[in-house]
């Protein structure tokens, strides 16, 4: 357990490493919150990749996702959106939620591009600095919570 951050970290043997955030699950128990009801947990603030300024591509090693988790009262589908400023949908997808916790970790990308051409490049476009709103949607009614967006930092910075 990570206690600055109150991740869980799991590490096995050649397979990967996995990581949680215990927040809500510690909030779920501390507030005594009824398990008959959805939730949609506080979203700590997701950093954008360093993007380098010569050729402005990110930064692979500066790219962090973002966990949006939520308690669901029973197993059904659900729709993530994030709406802008102007409530314009720049994000959504599609889940089947689990009875219980659940955790979807985004990798910030609004939108890909990809083609088959010699010396074509990936592209990513990555969500940009600002505050958001998403809203968590089911057959039992919608919750939202404020989404933070800042700057990442070049990793030659000290």
Known sequence: IHEVTMDLVVGTHGRGIYKTSLKPIQRMVSQNLSTSKDYFF???QAKRPWFNSSS???D?????????????????????????KSNKEIWKIELNGQNGFNQYRWDLVVSK???DYPYFMDYDKFI?????NITLKSVDGH???PFVVIN???PYMK
């Open 128 to 132: 940009e600095m600002g505050i958001y």
């Open 143 to 145: 919750l939202e919570q």
């Open 42 to 44: 506080e979203i700590d």
């Open 56 to 58: 402005g591509e990110p």
């Open 113 to 115: 591009q990809t083609s």
């Open 152 to 154: 990442g930092v070049s």
């Open 60 to 84: 692979h090693r500066t790219i962090e996702k973002a966990t949006f988790s939520f308690w669901l009262n029973k197993s059904k589908a659900i729709t993530l959106s994030i709406r802008d």
